[in-house]
């Protein structure tokens, strides 16, 4: 049966569900907010500065919102929200679907499979938009897992904006399908390597859940 996923604890303000990793972007705005809204209705200079403030402060929290979802059956789901940019057949015989994840998505990431993670390596790069092909050579974060169909690669790109990747779990850590593993402070996009004989059941332009959107077709 479908099931949600808890995470270790996240940030939270105000009740809202925010993504592990945003406390020092949020805390900083939202204080910046809240100073100006009160020194406004003593100082119209104050307001002037309020309503940017608060703007900011609305939109950091949408950013990094991180909602529960209800994770759906199959061998392998979408690690990412955003919307299929690519799907490339690979030498070896395994198949890259590459999500496209803009600032408005949920930047948080899901494990694809249940399994153990056997290697979680941070790569140095640049930090080109991720819809240019030469954003593969990006900042990155390469996860592999070990699971029921083997090795799963996955690959957390930075993209122009987004230039802090932050990984939820180590190496050897047991993780299930759906499980939040990470974050890519506003956006970028997620790689995915789909092993041979894995029948892809999205199209390039579909948008895509993380945790609920089947990447593989019954």
């Known amino acids: 049966m479908p099931h949600s996923q808890s995470s270790a604890p996240r940030d939270s303000l105000a009740g809202v569900r925010l993504a592990r990793g945003a406390s020092p972007w949020l805390l900083p705005t939202v204080a910046t907010a809240a100073v100006s809204l009160v ?20 939109g950091m929290l949408w950013f990094f919102r991180d909602p529960e979802r209800e994770i759906t059956q199959g061998r392998v789901i979408s690690p990412a929200d955003g919307v299929v940019q690519s799907i490339m057949p690979w030498k070896d015989g395994r198949t890259r679907v590459a999500i496209f994840m803009s600032p408005l998505n949920v930047h948080v990431n899901r494990a694809p499979l249940a399994g153990t993670v056997t290697s ?96 593989d077709r019954h």
């Open 39 to 58: 020194r406004a209705r003593r100082s119209g200079r104050w307001a002037a500065v309020a309503v940017p403030a608060t703007a900011l402060a609305a």
């Open 120 to 215: 979680v390596e941070h790569i140095p790069g640049g930090f080109v938009p991720a819809f240019n092909k030469e954003s593969e050579n990006n900042e990155r974060v390469v996860w592999h897992f070990d699971t029921e169909l083997g090795d799963i690669e996955m690959v957390q790109i930075a993209g122009a904006v987004a230039r802090r990747i932050v990984p939820y779990v180590p190496q050897g850590t047991k993780v299930e399908q759906g499980e939040r593993i990470g974050l890519i402070r506003f956006g970028s996009r997620v790689d995915i390597y789909l092993p041979q004989g894995i029948d892809v059941a999205v199209e390039v332009g579909q948008t895509t859940t993380a945790g609920v959107t089947r990447l």
